[in-house]
């Protein structure tokens, strides 16, 4: 080789090698640091911040770990954009002069987070603003590449939205120079959405030319001119399967056929757009999930007015239900307001459902019917986010059944009609089932949020019991139902509560905080009346009934035997008055949660479990007195007043009459247990005193004694039970008559008295 040519090999090879190593010689990343920020920070208007820079060579490049971007104060306190690995190679003959000019910035696996607040200002439109409005943004970048993002999106009263595997590469960007853009992403449903295109943005405008929007297999095209001020873009929709943005509005579920086609210009300002054209699709057809009936219609169509948005009157159907649909946006681009109106001349229920869950109506969800129905529907009113449309309508339910999940049995409606307004609903001629009890009468509810109902209702039969088991239990405690209240005439031929039957029914009925209240309420029972009223506590488990009556001749033996254990043991009509509460079971339940007042009077009846005269020969050994051979105690009145705890009952004034005897009864009787601890004093009138031997009898002065107008008086205890009671002298009261008798003027009399009780206590010697 000559030497020239070595010369010129050592050139070509050298200077290059000399130009590398003085570049890597003179940069410092620790001095170029802290510019690389500033820069950042002054083309982004954020504080911008790195921990490491580093310098390579071979390509000149800087490679930063942990950059970090501030959000707005404005919106946030949390970073605007995080990244792990930040790359950047910038031009080489100013780098050797400690300056930076960006070529190219590559970012991967950022997190980046956009905000809209309630005004709908995005946290990225300060962005590249400048602190000072005359001074110019110089930023210029060969090329910016983001790998692997994710991006969250958070909008004002919605979940956050998260999107995946976002890339993004911006080409040859420089301030008011055509630059090119291409953006891919995975949404939340999946699918992957591109946009590709280029952009111009100089002196307050931004042009797209040849911008081409994909979510799939679905296509667009935007072109024109935007800026804060005006618009001017064409949005074109070519022929275009809508299957794969249905993840977009529908669940995953559901299958959508049908093809959409669109041209729209867009005009107006970015707060008040004005737009013209139209968008149509043709076959919209959906499937699956809970849909048993595929959801068609042959043609959807928005006309796009500077007016208004109109929805060409369209038809939808599910099977053979068929609706008409039609409705107008009037005012878009101020405040814009919808007129809608559907029609169902004759839908099945089902069906009905099926389409709402197809339009996104939640409240549906987990509700099944059928039936037939008859529909119109009116909806109307600004379409802000802050106010409610208003709806109303008219139509009919015919051989309905609904069953929702907080139901165990369904609700079965063979007819009613209905009208409503945004916030009531009123049912008329209700015919309707609802477990074993049949319905009919209206029914007006109005502020759904805090539902008040008023109604007028007729039922044959009504099991408490069964109502009860009807609702589901909460699934949990810390449940806030919406707060009910509720008032209006019932009238039921038959309430069961427990085994306690009332008819012919009547009553004004309440429902607030948990208390149903009937009063006045009015019924047969037990062949007399009832008069007065109920409370029910429904908010323990066990519900609470209190009641406040007055009972005219009532049957006892059924009215015992269905409120508590005694069946059998008292018969005959009697009269009381009410002041109770218990919770409602199985008689003995029933008996042991008792606790109030009770006043008696029965005019006449039987006591089927001893014979009172009978026991009281027996104790007082009567003369010449046959017992009768009934078993049981005919009584012609019995009064008193009981105090009742714990299903345990007291009494102090407690009376029976008989025919030839009154007797009075003090102590205790348990209507749960039935044991009685009862004291019983019996005055025979004088006749039947004389008949029976007067003073006497065998048990004189032991188990009775003669009164100074000549009457038996005969004390004794009652032990044992209703059915068995055991009665037996009570020597104790005797001794106390006795001595309560003395007369301090007779001493003779007094000394008598004296020793007849010593007597009644001494030992008695065997017979």
Known sequence: MSKNLRLAVALIVGIPLLAF???????????ISPLLVAQLSKA???????????????????????LV?????????????????????????????????????????????LIQNEKGVWNFDSIGASSKSNEPNSLSLNQLVIERANLGIKRPDSPRDLYTNLS???????????????????????????????????????????????????????????????????????????ADAAPLFLPSAMTVKGDVIAGIKITGTPKEPVLNGRLDIAGFEVSGGDIKQPVKTAKLSLVLTPERIMLEPANISSGSTQLQAFGVIAHYDKAPRLEATLIAPDAQLAELLAIARVYGMSSVEGLSATGQAK?????????????????????SLRNASFQSPSLTKPVEIASTDFRFESNSASLSAIQAKLASSNLQGDCKVSNFKNPVVEFNLAADKILLDEIRSLVKDSQSKNDSPAKLTA??????????LAELTLTQLTAQSSYRDGHLVLAPLNASLYGGRHSGSMDIDLRPAKPIYSMNSKLEKIESSQFLAAATSLKGIVSGPFSADLQINFSPADPVQIAQSLNGKISLNFAQGRIASFNLTNELSALAKFLGFNPATEKFTQFMGLTGDLEITGGKASTQNLKIDLANLTAGLTGNMNLADQTLDLKLLSVLDKRFSDQVGGNKIGGFMTAAFANP???????????????KPIMAPDPGA????KLQSFNPKDPKQMMDSVNSVFDMFKKKKPQ
Do not use: C, H
């Not at 306190?77 to 690995?85: D, R, S, Y």
């Not at 790359?87 to 050797?96: F, H, V």
């Not at 529909?375 to 139509?395: C, D, N, V, W, Y």
């Open 21 to 31: 190593l003085t570049l890597y010689l003179l940069v410092d990343p620790q001095k």
């Open 44 to 66: 982004l208007n954020r504080n911008a911040s790195i921990e490491k820079l580093d310098f390579k060579i071979f390509p000149p490049s800087f490679k930063a770990s942990n």
């Open 69 to 113: 971007v501030a959000d707005d104060p404005a919106f946030s306190a949390k970073p605007f954009l995080k990244a792990e690995t930040l790359e950047i190679r910038p031009a080489i003959l100013p780098l050797l002069s400690g300056q930076i000019e960006l070529q190219s910035v590559r970012i991967l696996e950022p997190q980046l987070e």
């Open 168 to 242: 993004a590469e911006l080409r040859n960007y420089a301030e008011g120079k055509p630059f090119g853009l291409k953006v891919s992403a995975q949404m939340p449903s999946g699918k992957s959405i591109e946009a590709e295109g280029t952009i111009t943005s100089a002196g307050g405008k931004t042009t797209f030319s040849q911008f081409t929007l994909a979510l799939a297999s679905l296509k667009a095209s935007l072109n024109g001119e935007a800026s804060a001020g005006a618009l001017n873009l064409e949005l074109k929709i070519p022929k275009s399967p809508i």
């Open 375 to 395: 529909l119109q529907i009116r909806a109307s009113g600004l379409l802000e986010a802050k106010t409610p449309l208003a709806f109303s309508g008219t139509g």
């Open 487 to 496: 008032s209006g005439s019932v009238k039921i031929g038959t309430l069961q």
């Open 709 to 723: 107008n000549g009457n038996l008086m005969i004390p004794a205890s009652i032990k044992g039970t209703f059915a």
């Open 734 to 737: 005797i001794a106390k008559m």
